[in-house]
């Protein structure tokens, strides 16, 4: 089971960074790339970081 969380803890991790990043180019925060401005990126990358942020929040909460 430990395995377990910390394979899903590496995976979850760039699926929230990626997705904050994608967030903040859509909004135009963070310049530099071809998403800077297009807010459809920050429509993709917002609902990806809720489900990173989500699956590291439930794997690693603590045992009741």
Do not use: K
């Not at 803890?9 to 929230?16: E, F, N, R």
């Not at 967030?23 to 071809?34: E, K, R």
């Not at 807010?39 to 699956?55: F, T």
């Amino acid at each position: 089971m430990i395995v377990f969380r910390y394979l899903a803890t590496i995976l979850a991790g760039p699926l929230l960074l990626i997705g904050v990043i994608w967030v903040l180019q859509g909004l135009n925060i963070l310049p530099g790339s071809f998403m800077t401005g297009q807010i459809i990126w920050a429509i993709y990358g917002a609902p990806m970081a809720l489900v990173g942020g989500a699956l590291v929040w439930w794997i690693n909460r603590g045992r009741r």
